[in-house]
């Protein structure tokens, strides 16, 4: 998928940030259940506070060292096609704003009588990492949700790595994002306080 290569020398193009998030589900009976499955893969409940929650796989428990992250966020003023499409482009404008490089923004799948969904692709990176997010927002049961996805590479070739990486599995993020039927139940408090804690990412 050429279309999602990075053109990036060695640039410092700014820290991730996020905002908002939804629905996790975890069931503590001896050990923690994956909230999900996501690419074939299990993510487990990691960060929770207010409408955030923040999943990755096992062996990924350090949230200062991640690879992969799902974010998963709840915009409760929300609830029609107008309202969805200023939360789209509000969220275009804080990647932006915080360095992101925009690699992808359309709107997924258009349909007489449904509302719209957004898919925003954007490249963040420091001095030691590059990360590449997949964002796609639309209305769950009548509220709107944005399911992200991230991907990080480290270490003295990470444009290269992360390029490579785009190149084989960009699109298949798209199309799992985009076919996300069901979402996790929200996690009760005594869940989500067993999560491992992290500071909430700004708005």
Request: proline letters at 5%.
């Amino acid at each position: 998928m050429r279309r999602f290569i990075l053109a990036v020398s060695v640039v410092v193009i700014g820290s991730l940030l996020f905002t908002g998030g939804a629905w996790s589900q975890e069931k503590f009976n001896g050990r923690q259940q994956p909230a999900f499955t996501f690419k074939k893969v299990e993510y487990f409940l990691r960060h929770s506070k207010d409408v955030l929650q923040e999943y990755t796989p096992a062996g990924q428990e350090d949230l200062g060292q991640w690879t992969d992250m799902v974010s998963i966020i709840t915009y409760r003023g929300v609830t029609d096609a107008a309202t969805l499409g200023r939360a789209a482009e509000e969220l275009r404008s804080r990647y932006q704003s915080a360095g992101g490089m925009m690699i992808k923004s359309v709107m997924l799948n258009p349909k007489p009588n449904r509302p719209a969904e957004y898919l925003i692709v954007v490249a963040f990176g420091e001095q030691k990492f590059v990360e590449v997010t997949f964002a796609r927002l639309w209305l769950y049961h009548g509220v709107g949700v944005c399911a992200v996805y991230s991907r990080r590479a480290r270490g003295p070739h990470f444009v290269d790595e992360i390029n490579a990486w785009l190149e084989q599995h960009g699109a298949e993020v798209v199309d799992a994002l985009a076919s996300w039927k069901t979402l996790p139940e929200p996690p009760t408090a005594k869940q989500a306080t067993r999560g491992v804690k992290a500071k909430a990412r700004l708005p």
